[in-house]
């Protein structure tokens, strides 16, 4: 079965590090771009960061550059978030998924999503 599971989450005060990782199972990411998405309460789900299948590049939501970081180690199968500088704003639960290509532009989607995990950045 294909699946990607979500873990690091937790609460950290504002200013504060989590790293995020995505673990998959049941398939290679080697082909594949994956990308991390957020929900904050009441609001939509939201794009925060993407790389490309080899990691060559990476893609980041205006509002977190410069604060995180995307990275992924295909021999372990896993995707890492490095979230730092953490705002209050940057809570919400975080999801990894897989894009059908192995590029974060252009034609693609996303066809296999992680449950998720809590981030929560409060004082």
């Known amino acids: 079965q294909l699946q990607l599971v979500e873990s690091g989450g937790g609460s950290v005060q504002p200013g504060g590090s989590l790293r995020l990782s995505c673990a998959a199972s049941g398939f290679t990411l080697d082909y594949y ?3 991390w998405f957020r929900q904050a309460p009441g609001k939509e789900r939201e794009g925060v960061s993407c790389i490309k299948s080899t990691g060559s590049s990476t893609s980041y939501a205006d509002s977190v550059k ?3 970081t995307i990275s992924r180690d295909n021999a372990k199968n896993t995707v890492f978030l490095q979230m730092n500088s953490l705002k209050p704003e940057d809570t ?3 999801y990894c998924a897989r894009r059908t290509v192995a590029y974060c532009s ?4 996303y066809d ?3 449950q998720g995990t809590q981030v929560t950045v409060s004082s």
């Open 66 to 68: 410069g604060r995180f």
């Open 92 to 94: 919400g639960v975080y």
């Open 112 to 114: 296999y999503w992680g």
């Open 33 to 35: 771009a994956i990308g």
């Open 106 to 109: 252009g034609a693609g989607r």
